[in-house]
């Protein structure tokens, strides 16, 4: 199953995570070293959920993200359902 928002459309990105190596200066260290960038992806906050669609009268089964979910309660279910293509 893919990590692909249904409303919003959003899906893992790719990034980098600096590794870092030593005590910080304030802390009494002689400061942060950078020794490698590491390759990761960020993920969608996605959730499964049963949407009622009042106009169709029935329970509508979507994978969305917490922002997707902020534009159906905003818009309501069968607008942003339709716009987005779900229905």
Known sequence: MSRVC????SKPTRGSVIHRRGM???KGGVG???TK???RWFAP??????VWVPELRKFVRVRVTARGLKT???NGAYKALK???AI
Do not use: F, W, Y
Request: no cysteine; glycine share 8%; charged share 30%.
């Open 72 to 74: 159906i309660n905003k």
């Open 83 to 85: 716009k987005a293509g």
């Open 6 to 9: 249904d409303i919003t459309g």
């Open 24 to 26: 910080a200066k304030k």
């Open 37 to 39: 960038n590491v390759a």
């Open 45 to 50: 906050n996605l959730h499964e959920h049963r």
């Open 32 to 34: 942060r070293h950078v």
